[in-house]
């Protein structure tokens, strides 16, 4: 019974993910269950708004804290013994905590990578949170394996589950330009139909055009100044003009100066 509990509290977990994300419009692939939890897949992320992401993300374990709400109703109402309850209760605070660990993918990854996509570079965002991410990871295989110093058994569970994070974070760091690439295009997509703040980005007649790209911010419509070395403005250009030069099929290597003529 404690077996069947724990499964349908993780298919619950993510079905908190799947209808925040379906209540928003994304596309949902799959829910990949694993021996310590689930994955609710998408093609959305990197290509919707940080907000979105935030409450998919948080959905999860929103949905754990319903769950002890409605187990502490049960044992108040003496429809389920104290032993059970407490059961109950503990199984789904593990759960929710365990994801929001701030490793990615766990929700606690994905939300510290939305937050830094407020203030960071996006470009920047995803390398520093897939960094902190296989820190993480390293530092919780190094722990299962503290109580072998002792003469005590390694934890042998939370050693499996350190070295899926941290494959996990090694192929998604070879994947980041692949996902940097799909929020420029989406940004092309998106250009004149959502409203940002606008930020300025300061560049130098020699900077490339992909180095440029790379200090965008996500939240945010990017006004690219060009300006030569005693900080005179040389040129204004459009985050949309620069990235249809980008994606148009021209070399990213080719420098601002380029375009000032």
Known sequence: MEIVTLFALIVIHELGHVSAARYFGWRMTEIELLPFGGVAKTDEWGTVSSRDELIVAI??????GMMIVFGAVCYV??????????????ANLW???????????????R??????SYTLPYRTCLTSSLFISL???????LGSLFPLLYGQPLMFNVGIIAVFLFVSNVLLWRQK???????LMQRQIDEHTVEKPVTSVLAMP????????????KEAY????????????????????????????????????????
């Open 206 to 217: 020699d900077d490339s055009v992909l180095g440029t790209i790379k200090k965008w911010r």
């Open 135 to 141: 820190v993480l990871s390293v530092g919780m295989l």
């Open 77 to 90: 109402f003496g429809w389920w013994t104290a032993e059970w309850a407490q059961f109950f209760v503990t």
């Open 177 to 183: 330009n692949y996902q940097f690439m799909r929020f």
């Open 59 to 64: 959905a999860g374990p929103a949905y754990n």
């Open 111 to 116: 939300i510290v990578q939305a937050f830094l």
């Open 95 to 109: 759960l929710a905590g365990f994801n929001l660990l701030p490793v990615y993918p766990l929700d606690g990854g």
């Open 222 to 261: 990017n006004i690219i100044v060009v300006h030569d070395d005693n900080g005179n403005v040389l040129r204004v250009l459009s985050e949309q003009w620069l990235l249809n030069h980008f994606l148009s099929g021209s070399s990213p290597r080719g420098k601002l100066g380029d375009f000032l003529d």
